[in-house]
C-alpha cells in the first residue's frame, strides 16, 4: 500500500510538471495577524468557499481529508462522530476556531467536525505544528481555524440546491452586501440524508441495529461590519449550527443526538497609529448535545472569550502582544465534582523580515485555574537561496489540559472513576522544509519530530472493571510532508503525501487510527465552461487499538472520486461529485460502515 500511495501521488504530480500562478494569499492563522503565505515558517494549506464548490464534498471531513497532514476517522455517514489527527497528534490536539472564536467541547476535549457546514464557509486555514505559544491548550498537533462568509468577499447573492444518494438532498443561499461603509452577510442551509446503516453486525455490547442512521441540519451565520472611518472599524459575527443524527446504541430503540453548535462575537478594530493596530473581541461560544433513546444524556460546554491584540510595526517586521480569557462551564445530567474553570493569558511574539532571512518567536504564559501557570513558545527562521527556493526550520512547544469528563466526572454505576491529580499533556517539537514557490509551481516539504509526554489513557481493572484515566504514556511522532500544486496549459494538479512514525514511545506500536502513509492527488482541468477532475485519496492500514492487535487491524484504502461541473450561462451552473468510483468497502474506524458508491448533484445560481 506505501508503494501504492506513493506510486499515485509521483504519476499526479509528474503529469502536470509547469505553469501556474503565483499565489500569495494572505493568512493570518500562522501569526495571528496578516501575512503573505509565502511568508509563513509553517506550511499553511487554504481552502476557499471556490475551492469547496468546485470540489462538491459535502462535509468539512471529506475537504480536509485531502489534506496533507490529517488524517480522519468517522463511526458512520453524515453526522456520525468525526475525528481529524494531524502530525500523527490525537483528535483532542487540533485546535479548532470560528471566525477567531475557540469552539468545542470541553467535556471530551474535541470539535464536533461533522456538524459545522460547509455552506457558511469562506474560508479554512490549515496549519499544522505546534502553535500553544499563539493560541493555549490543544494546539499540539496544529490549528484549523474557519472563516464564516462575509458581506466584503462572497458573492452578494446565491442559491444552490442539490440531491444525491441516500436520499440526501441540501439546499442553502445568502445576501451578501456592502451599503455604504457597511458589509453584512446572512447565510442560511439545511441538509437532509436518510443514511445507511451506521454500524456492522461485528460492533461490540450488541449496539447494531440493522436501520439506516439519518441525518439533519440547519445553519446560519452573519456578519456585519460597520467601518466608523478609515481607521476604524465595529463588528459582529454569528455562527449556528443544528444536527440531528440518528445512531446505533441497540436494537430495540430508535437513538438520536441533538447537537448545537454555536458561537458570537463583538469586535472593534482600530487603527491607533499608522505602525499600531488593536483589535478587541468578545463573544461566546456552545456546544450542546442531547442523546434520547437507549442511553439519554445531556452535555453542555459554554466558553465565554476576550481577547485585545495589538500588532505593532517595529523595524523589519512587525510585534504583537496581548491578552486573553477563557472561561469553560460544563452542564450536564451527570455529575462533576467541578464544573467549570477559567484560563486567564497573555502572548507576545515577534515576526520579521530582512532581506534574505525570515524569523518568527512567539511566548505565551497561560494561567489556568485548575492546573496553575504554563509557558510556551516557538522560535522559527528561515533562509531564502533564491526569490523561488526557500529553507526553514523550527522548534516549539504545546500543551492540552485535560478534559471535564477525565477529571471530575462521577459514574452511578461506578465503572469509571475520575482523576483530579491529572497532569497537562506536554510536548516539544522540531521541524524543518524546503519551499519552493514559482511562476508555475509551488512544492514544500517538511521533515517533522514531536515527542508528547504525560498522555491521558485509560486504564481498566482486570478484576473489577472500573476505568480511570491516568498520565502514562509518551509517543513520538516522526514524519515527512510533501505537498505539491501546479498548473499545465488548463490543467491543474494538486498533491499531498505523508509518510511518518506515529508511535508509542515505549512499546513503539501505532498510535490508534494513524497510519503510516497517506495521501491525495487531484487533477483537472481548470479553465473552460466545462470542467473535469479526479481525485485519489489513500492510507496505509491502521489500528483501532493501542497494542496493535491483529483482530483490531484496519486495512489499508484507496478512493477514486470524479467530478464534473458546467457553467450554463453567466448566472446558473451545475456541479457533480462521484464518490468511490469503484465501490471499495472500507473503514475509518472498527465496525463501523463507510460510504459505498455514491453520486451528488448541485444547480447554482448566482445572479451578476
Avoid at 430495540?252 to 491607533?272: E, M, P, V
Amino acid at each position: 500500500m506505501k508503494r501504492t500511495i506513493v506510486a499515485a501521488l509521483c504519476i499526479g504530480a509528474a503529469s502536470i510538471a509547469c505553469p501556474q500562478e503565483r499565489d500569495d494569499a494572505v493568512v493570518v492563522t500562522a501569526t495571528r495577524f496578516p501575512q503573505a503565505r509565502s511568508q509563513t515558517l509553517q506550511p499553511v494549506n487554504v481552502i476557499t468557499a471556490e475551492d469547496i464548490a468546485r470540489g462538491g464534498q459535502q462535509t468539512l471531513v471529506e475537504v480536509l481529508q485531502t489534506l496533507g497532514g490529517v488524517e480522519i476517522a468517522s463511526n458512520g455517514g453524515f453526522g456520525q462522530p468525526s475525528s481529524v489527527f494531524m502530525r500523527g497528534a490525537n483528535s483532542g490536539h487540533a485546535l479548532v476556531l470560528v471566525d477567531g472564536m475557540r469552539i468545542g467541547s470541553a467535556t471530551l476535549g474535541t470539535t464536533a467536525f461533522e456538524n459545522i457546514p460547509l455552506g457558511q464557509i469562506e474560508r479554512i486555514e490549515v496549519v499544522p505544528g505546534q502553535l500553544s505559544s499563539l493560541y493555549g491548550s490543544n494546539a499540539i498537533g496544529g490549528v484549523i481555524q474557519i472563516f464564516t462568509k462575509s458581506g466584503k468577499y462572497a458573492p452578494a447573492a446565491s442559491v444552490t440546491a442539490g440531491a444525491g444518494t441516500y436520499n440526501t438532498g441540501s439546499v442553502s443561499g445568502g445576501v451578501n452586501r456592502t451599503v455604504g461603509d457597511t458589509d453584512f452577510s446572512l447565510n442560511l442551509g439545511y441538509l437532509e440524508s436518510k443514511g445507511f446503516d451506521a454500524t456492522k453486525p461485528t460492533v461490540p455490547f450488541g449496539q447494531h441495529n440493522p436501520d439506516r442512521d439519518g441525518y439533519r441540519n440547519s445553519n446560519v451565520s452573519g456578519k456585519i461590519a460597520h467601518r466608523l472611518d478609515a481607521r476604524n472599524e465595529l463588528g459582529l459575527t454569528v455562527f449556528e449550527s443544528d444536527g440531528r443524527t440518528h445512531f446505533d446504541a441497540g436494537p430495540a430503540t430508535d437513538d438520536l443526538n441533538h447537537q448545537t453548535l454555536s458561537a458570537f462575537s463583538l469586535y472593534s478594530s482600530n487603527q491607533i497609529t499608522d505602525g499600531w493596530q488593536s483589535l478587541v473581541k468578545a463573544g461566546e461560544s456552545r456546544d450542546k448535545s442531547t442523546t434520547t433513546g437507549a442511553f439519554p444524556s445531556f452535555f453542555g460546554t459554554r466558553q465565554p472569550q476576550f481577547t485585545w491584540q495589538n500588532d505593532v510595526k517595529l523595524g523589519p517586521g512587525t510585534a504583537i502582544a496581548g491578552a486573553e480569557y477563557l472561561a469553560q462551564h460544563v452542564t450536564s445530567d451527570s455529575a462533576f465534582a467541578q464544573n467549570r474553570r477559567t484560563i486567564k493569558s497573555v502572548f507576545a511574539g515577534y515576526v520579521g523580515t530582512y532581506e534574505t532571512h525570515d524569523w518568527q518567536a512567539n511566548v505565551r504564559r497561560d494561567d489556568n485555574s485548575q492546573f496553575g501557570s504554563h509557558t510556551t513558545g516557538l522560535l522559527g527562521y528561515a533562509y531564502r537561496l533564491t526569490s523561488e527556493l526557500r529553507l526553514r526550520g523550527g522548534a516549539g512547544s504545546a500543551f492540552k489540559a485535560p478534559t471535564f469528563n477525565d477529571l471530575y466526572a462521577i459514574d452511578p454505576t461506578f465503572f469509571f472513576i475520575p482523576n483530579p491529580d491529572l497532569r497537562l499533556e506536554r510536548s516539544r517539537s522540531k521541524e524543518a522544509g524546503v519551499n519552493y514557490q514559482g511562476e508555475a509551481n509551488r512544492f514544500s516539504a517538511t521533515v517533522f519530530e514531536n515527542r508528547i509526554t504525560d498522555l491521558v489513557v485509560l486504564v481498566t481493572d482486570p478484576v473489577t472493571f472500573v476505568s480511570t484515566p491516568q498520565n502514562l504514556n509518551r509517543a513520538r511522532i516522526r514524519g515527512t510532508e510533501l505537498g505539491y500544486q501546479g498548473f499545465f496549459g488548463g490543467l491543474q494538479a494538486n498533491a499531498q503525501l505523508t509518510l511518518q512514525d506515529p508511535v508509542d514511545e515505549e512499546t513503539g506500536k501505532l498510535l490508534p487510527r494513524r497510519a503510516r502513509q497517506y495521501g491525495s492527488v487531484a487533477v483537472g482541468n481548470a479553465t473552460g465552461r466545462w470542467r473535469l477532475g479526479a481525485e485519489v485519496t489513500a492510507s496505509g492500514a491502521r489500528f483501532d487499538s493501542a497494542d496493535e492487535d491483529p483482530a483490531k487491524k484496519m486495512h489499508g484504502y484507496g478512493l477514486v472520486n470524479l467530478i464534473a461541473s458546467h457553467t450554463l450561462d453567466r448566472e446558473w451552473s451545475i456541479r457533480a461529485r462521484w464518490n468511490n468510483v469503484f465501490n471499495r468497502e472500507y473503514e475509518l474506524a472498527q465496525n463501523f460502515n463507510t460510504p459505498r458508491s455514491n453520486v451528488f448533484v448541485s444547480l447554482q445560481y448566482q445572479p451578476r
